[in-house]
């Protein structure tokens, strides 16, 4: 066992934890958004860590190195799609008129919004 | 309306105890192989592939795939008929954000390269023509889904559709002249061509999933296309 392996495993375990935190999240947040942010910011990481430490799990037990590589480039892929398809949710289930948690106090969107319509 | 569903849970229920009782009678783990253990020790030295089942779907069951995208081809053109008017237009009422649509234009040439990658290397890695098309085609779906004005140049688009099909034809064509009979893959049988394992091999298997790959990626776009176009009022 090298210290490739070690290091692999250590990091597969950090993100299944995240994937349990974040699945936990799910349930316990109130409204929409705040779930999202638990889905996202939390699964992203969770992913790139288990992703990344499957890759050098491989290379660590002797497989080849287009292991890594292939791990290194789903990595990426993933941290620059997560982000966005979240956004993309958030802001269409604010424009479907989803409300945001009754404990919520500021909502600079709406004003926003509100004084662009003043304008027109 | 209660009585009805009921009834259909019913006859549901029954229909899968058939079902269930038919596959009990196979067990799980024998050897059940007749044909695939010819495929499996064969497919090295008959078509160059390492992948076996793209050697099955495109040399030893040609005309199999030939029949799909032959499908296709009819449900893309179907679509176009059935959704045939004068003037259509992208009616999509709000632009997507600036994230959205800066992220849709980053990602677009990345899922090109990866859809292509797919098909040209359907021979060695799982995958092939089908997959590569599809993913293509995803990238033109989050670009007509990213803008509002986006358009695919159609004329374009539907001439190489043709002409990615015909080439498939052509090259069955090519082997029943040298070989005897339609699809024979005249690139391995004859020539030899390309170590196996390495990106030059497989036979005719990376041309004719680079054929498809094209031939399944304007198809789809064009669906997309079609379907996200209303008619317009004059």
Redesign the interface.
């Known amino acids: 066992m090298s210290v490739l392996t070690g290091i692999g495993e250590f990091l597969v375990l950090f993100g299944t934890v995240f994937y349990f935190i974040s699945t936990l999240g799910l349930i316990r947040m109130p409204d929409v958004y705040n779930r999202m942010q638990t889905a996202t910011k939390s699964v992203t990481l969770g992913s790139l860590s288990t992703i990344i430490g499957v890759g050098l799990w491989a290379v660590g037990e002797g497989f080849s190195i287009a292991w890594l590589t292939k791990t290194i480039v789903i990595a990426v ?1 993933l941290l ?2 997560n982000p ?1 398809s979240a ?2 949710l958030i ?1 269409g289930a604010y ?1 479907s008129g989803i409300p945001l948690w009754e404990g919520s106090v500021v909502d600079k969107y709406k004003e926003h919004l509100e004084g662009k319509e003043g304008e027109e | 309306m209660m009585l009805k569903r009921i009834l259909a849970i019913f006859m549901i229920l029954i229909i899968g105890f058939w079902l269930a009782k038919g596959l009990s009678g196979i067990p799980f783990g024998a050897d059940k192989m007749l044909v695939g253990k010819y495929y499996l020790e064969h497919v090295k030295d008959q078509t160059g592939a390492i992948n076996a089942v793209t050697a099955v779907v495109v040399n030893y069951r040609g005309f199999d795939t030939l029949g799909e995208v032959t499908v296709l081809f009819i449900a893309s053109t179907g679509v176009a008929a059935l959704l045939w008017r004068k003037r259509r237009e992208r009616t999509a009422k709000m632009e997507g954000s600036v994230v959205l649509t800066t992220g849709s234009k980053l990602l677009f040439p990345f899922i090109m390269i990866f859809g292509m990658y797919i098909f040209i290397h359907g021979h060695l890695t799982p995958g092939g023509g089908f997959p590569g098309g599809a993913t293509i085609a995803t990238a033109f779906l989050l670009m007509y889904l990213a803008f509002i004005v986006y358009e695919i140049p159609h004329k374009g688009f539907e001439v190489t559709e043709g002409l990615a099909g015909m080439s498939y034809v052509l090259v069955g064509l090519i082997g029943l002249v040298i070989g005897g009979y339609f699809l024979f893959d005249w690139i391995w049988q004859t020539w030899k061509l390309g170590t196996i394992g390495k990106l030059i091999s497989g036979g005719f298997i990376p041309v004719i999933y680079t054929i498809i790959g094209i031939k399944v990626a304007t198809e789809l776009s064009g669906i997309v296309d079609n379907m996200l176009k209303e008619e317009v009022k004059e």
């Open positions: 892929f620059l799609t966005i956004h993309a802001r424009k």
